[in-house]
């Protein structure tokens, strides 16, 4: 059972304690209803795609746990595709990749393992991120990773969706590389990671130089949330046992210093890419909005009690250009 009529998703504005976010509700609306290359493949109808690039597709589906909207991405090489995150595991994923690419063979790549962006990784063989995340990944490798999904009747809480569409839960290799580790998709076509931590340690980007774009996964709006607290701060999370991390809130790892430093070291490589694709919100973001969360970071750490918004226990402050960063007090 998909998920219905996807424009009911669209008609309600994020807004929540004092948060609102209009325009990455108008550019939702634009695109899930004007867009061209829009397509829903029968293999998962819980999965909207989008080309935006000759070999660059965004593949959209809902947060299970919230209602909201989280992007996959799936880049075609000469020789190899390369998929990076994999949302829930709801859904023929696979399916719906091999039929876009033909069946090429796949490389398949984490940002970070938050379950929106990796519960899927069990209907793949190998999986690849930051080595930082391994032990993370392998602790949420258990069949009761999704249980918090649905009510004690097994009835989903948030989002409709059939459970009977999950893809059942198996273990694959976790391959843990480290930073600017390259992936070959063929005749030297190359997809570096650059770790840029804060939002989690081993949270990564993916540099494609031929294509001139990073896809950033939620180091970049409205994503962007630094460390701190103990990601149990709402109630869709209570019942989420796998929803901490083996690092503790105040590891350095979590901090908004070290997510500036990391932009630091992306911004002297802005020659390298024109746009940014990210984990949530509105896509191909200019490269020169990381010089602006360098600027919101070093205001943030100078003053974390000046703030322009609240989301539950996080603090938002605006980026120059469009979006916010969450960040928690004690993540600073």
């Not at 998909?2 to 976010?21: A, H, K, L, Q």
């Not at 819980?46 to 209602?67: A, I, M, P």
């Not at 899927?120 to 999986?127: A, H, K, L, S, T």
Request: glycine share 10%; aromatic share 12%; proline share 5%.
């Amino acid at each position: 059972m998909p998920y219905g009529n996807y424009t009911e998703m669209i008609s309600r504005p994020v807004e929540e304690e004092g948060f609102s976010d209009y325009m990455t509700e108008a550019w939702y609306k634009m695109l899930r209803t004007a867009n061209r290359t829009k397509r829903v493949y029968d293999v998962d109808p819980y999965v909207e795609v989008y080309q935006f690039r000759e070999n660059l597709y965004g593949l959209l589906t809902h947060v299970l746990d919230s209602g909201g909207l989280v992007w996959m991405w799936l880049i075609l090489g000469p020789e190899k595709a390369m998929l990076i995150d994999t949302s829930f595991g709801v859904g023929d994923l696979k399916g719906l990749v091999d039929e876009i690419t033909g069946g090429m063979p796949l490389i398949v790549a984490n940002t970070h393992c938050s379950p929106d962006h990796s519960y899927g990784n069990c209907q793949f063989d190998r999986c690849y991120s930051h080595q930082l995340q391994a032990p993370d990944m392998e602790w949420k490798q258990d069949e009761g990773i999704r249980r918090y999904l649905t009510d004690d009747d097994g009835k989903p809480i948030w989002v409709t969706f059939d459970p009977a569409d999950f893809v059942p839960f198996r273990r694959y290799e976790f391959v843990g590389v480290p930073d600017g580790y390259r992936f070959d998709l063929g005749q030297g076509y190359e997809v570096e990671l650059v770790n840029i931590p804060g939002h989690q340690p081993g949270h990564s980007a993916y540099l494609d130089r031929q294509g001139r774009f990073l896809i950033g996964g939620d180091a970049f709006p409205i994503g962007g949330l630094t460390g701190g607290s103990d990601f149990h701060a709402d109630a869709r999370h209570a019942r989420d046992a796998f929803q901490g991390s083996w690092l503790p809130s105040e590891d350095s790892m979590r901090k908004c210093t070290t997510l500036r430093d990391a932009l630091l070291r992306l911004a002297r490589r802005l020659d390298e890419f024109d746009s940014i694709f990210c984990g949530h919100g509105v896509q191909d973001l200019n490269s020169h909005l990381v010089l602006d969360m360098i600027e919101t970071c070093n205001q943030i750490i100078a003053n974390p009690d000046e703030y322009d918004g609240t989301q539950g226990e996080r603090r938002l402050k605006k980026i120059r250009g469009g979006g916010y960063m969450p960040f928690y007090p004690n993540g600073v």
